[in-house]
T-cell receptor, first 109, second 111 residues
């Protein structure tokens, strides 16, 4: 079993829909990252969080440390949000990160 | 600021050839990482460095060597390339508070 699990693996939505991507992890962490990767593109950090909730534009990330779970929400989704979203955790006491396999999101116009 | 840069962007090698991938960052970050990304798998850590002159093995270090002679540069070497090393390689760096910044990636094919 992977130490970082994401769901769903693939997601297709209509423009304007509210989207939720989930990340569960089984190790102790000091931080969790949400990353975005466009097809053929580089990897961009969206959020780094260790507690609570962060918001940036239409993106919201939450984390529940006790339940070892994080969610990434996209409000009013748009075709340009189509990308792979990756959850990564920084293992407690180390500088190393463990990555989920990603959620491939496609938003249709 | 250029952020994190990687050279080359693409490379095709024959089995047994060697090459070096260069990663450079201009953010004065202490920590640098080399990952590989394969279809259906998450990014996997090859080697990392917590400061100039230091390196450490990650999850999949076999067949790779690294050096960090200067703080801004982290080199990944393949001494004798194998088809199993066909992958996309990403370099990343981080400083406090440890958010990772990624390079654009190098697509390597070993035939």
């Amino acid at each position: 079993k992977n130490e970082v699990e994401q769901s769903p693996q693939n997601l297709t939505a209509q423009e304007g829909e509210f989207i939720t991507i989930n990340c569960s992890y089984s190790v102790g962490i000091s931080a969790l990252h949400w990353l975005q990767q466009h097809p053929g593109g580089g990897i961009v950090s969206l959020f780094m969080l260790s507690s609570g909730k962060k918001k940036h534009g239409r993106l919201i990330a939450t984390i529940n440390i006790q339940e070892k779970h994080s969610s990434l929400h996209i409000t009013a989704s748009h075709p340009r949000d189509s990308a792979v979203y990756i959850c990564a955790v920084r293992s407690e006491g180390t500088y190393k990160y463990i990555f989920g396999t990603g959620t491939r999101l496609k938003v249709l116009a | 600021n250029a952020g994190v840069t990687q050279t080359p962007k693409f490379r095709v090698l024959k089995t047994g050839q060697s090459m070096t991938l260069l990663c450079a960052q201009d953010m004065n970050h202490e920590y640098m990482y080399w990952y590989r990304q394969d279809p259906g798998m998450g990014l996997r850590l090859i080697h990392y460095s917590v400061g100039e002159g230091t390196t450490a093995k990650g999850e999949v270090p076999d067949g790779y060597n690294v050096s960090r002679l200067k703080k801004q540069n982290f080199l990944l070497g393949l001494e004798s390339a194998a088809p199993s090393q066909t992958s996309v390689y990403f370099c990343a760096s981080s400083g406090y508070p440890y958010e990772q910044y990624f390079g654009p990636g190098t697509r390597l094919t070993v035939t």
